[in-house]
């Protein structure tokens, strides 16, 4: 059986498929008038959920992005040795996670957003060791993704 191209996206790029068919169904809805009015079906609440999916996705990669920065910037400059090993494997077992939720789609976002999600965990390892870190990133998103 040959896959559709909605198949491949939804398998290759989850985050892209929730956009497409939350704007898909939103057409539908403003081009078929009658659909909206089909018994037991809440189209704006279907369609704000499947954004939401895709929200979440997205959301879930920030943070382990952001948590994998955190812990870069604390083995890179905070002078604990003791705890440098357990950081590294953080940054590791962020990495993985990460990979498992990426979609391509999210890249060019991640990219704009980049410089903000470094802050705020400059921000939060700042505040844990009261040390002060570099202003702008000593890393590069595209050695942080998988």
């Known amino acids: 059986m040959r896959q559709t ?3 491949l996206t939804y398998e290759r790029d989850y985050y892209q498929w929730t956009i497409e068919q939350a704007q898909a169904l939103r057409d539908l809805v403003h081009t078929h008038h009658e659909l909206k009015h089909l018994e037991r079906l809440d189209w704006d609440h279907i369609i704000e959920e499947i954004e939401a999916l895709g929200r979440s996705e997205y959301n879930a990669v920030v943070s382990l992005l952001m948590r994998q920065i955190e812990h870069r910037l604390k ?11 357990k950081w590294k494997s953080e940054v590791i077992a962020f990495k993985k996670n990460i990979k498992r939720k990426l979609a391509p789609s999210m ?3 991640l990219e704009k957003e980049f410089l903000a999600i470094y802050q705020d965990a400059v921000e939060i390892v700042e505040a844990e060791y009261e040390i002060s870190l570099p202003e702008k990133c000593p890393y590069n998103l595209k050695d942080l993704l998988p």
């Open 5 to 7: 191209t909605i198949d």
């Open 107 to 109: 890249k060019p976002k």
């Open 75 to 85: 083995v890179d400059y905070v002078p604990l040795p003791e705890c440098r090993n």
